[in-house]
């Protein structure tokens, strides 16, 4: 006999769908797995990102906090960010893709050697570093695709390894005139992006080789017992300084542009001398001489006067005969809380570290209150207020029933002893152990400790 089979749109749609969601998922996994962890960008001569971070150029978005991060799939021209998107890697900063022969600060450059200087700030196994020039007759005012450039490289260096933080390596420059942009692309060798920087140029002028000034005059203005204020009299540059590093023991801790000259380093540990130097860089990365040196200290730790916050909602946990178990809600402190301390009344009890929010009580009478409050202190001897007074009663003492027996019939209100504590039978009950039958459901009552 032959069967007749029946196709279930409907089930063979679902199974479609499940299965093309599993396929995106996993493609996206990849993707964010290929996200190379190494990032980047040129700062000689300086790229549109960089003249961005440095308030050069303006408008930018939020490229300013990270210009390192202009990461797209590798392959340019053939894959990589699509056209109109190129200068933002993708559109993730699409304020970069923004175009115009005015629209952004230009480097003068000349053809010939130039040394191109890139700012790694996560390094990574690197594949080559390519650069690409648009072409003489090139659309300055449309917005940047692969039909604006010349797609065979005028410079490319295969690399084996990962480079060092900060890495220069010099090409020639093919001959223009005017306003033109480079795209330089640096590409991982273990994922399958790169990093993409356009740098806007400027032919019309030598290229720019003079460093600025030194920094002079620099001063510490102030400080703290974790800060140390600096100022310094500007650089001056035949074109113009874009940004001061500030270096403390010669280790470079912050950045600011170059309108700026003053700078706060924070952190620091107290009563402690550091070194500062400053050095200025221009829009072609040119880097200044050193300023003059100076020293700052820190002053030694203000006191603490400031106590901890009363300890909240103190309450007990449970009583016995002899005892109350205790719990509260933890202080705060300016400095931090070393210890609580307990007391009964105006009798101080014990203390606890600052890392305990409970006590057990000991050594109290039976079916008495007792009323008590908990003070923090910190490593200044500052005392808290008090917390909320509580009040625990602990319990009576209960005299021993007769051991639980496996052969007597135990009825409603029956007590029996087992293993030190007193159970009460709901209901008729034959050899059920009370400590396994005494839940809520069960026939077993818990009524306490027997004394």
Known sequence: MLRQYTFNSSKWLKMLVVVIGMFIAFALSAWFADSASAHGYVEGPSSRA????????????SIIYEPQSLEAPKGWPNAGPADGKIASAGGAFPKLDEQSATRWAKVNVTSGPTTFSWKLTAAHSTASWKYYITKPN???????TRNSFDLT?????????????????????????????????WEIADTANAFYNVID????????TIPPTAPSNLDVTNTTSSTIALS??????NVGVTEYRIYRNGVQVGTVNGTTTTFLDTGLAANTSYVYKVVARDLAGNTSPDSNSVTGTTNPPAPDTQAPTAPVNLHNMGVTPNSVSLMWGASTDNVGVTEYRIYNGSTYVATVN???????????SPDTSYTFTVYAADAAGNVSPASNAH???????????????????????DQVTYNGKIYQAKWWTLNERPDLRSGEWDVWKLIGNCS
């Open 50 to 61: 960089a003249l961005c971070k440095n308030n050069v150029n303006t408008d930018c978005g």
């Open 138 to 144: 090139w659309d300055s005012n449309a917005p940047l």
């Open 153 to 185: 490289p005028f410079c490319s260096l295969p690399y084996s390894g990962q480079p060092p933080a900060n890495f220069s390596h010099t090409c020639d420059i093919p001959a223009r005139t005017g306003y033109h942009v480079i795209l330089a692309v």
């Open 201 to 208: 140029v400027n032919f019309t002028g030598p290229s720019d």
């Open 232 to 237: 310094w009299t500007a650089s001056t540059d």
């Open 354 to 364: 600052g890392s305990t929010l409970s006590y057990n009580v000991t050594g109290l």
């Open 391 to 413: 009040t625990a009663k602990t319990a009576s003492v209960n005299t021993c029933p007769a051991p639980w027996s496996t052969t007597q019939v135990y009825v409603n209100g």
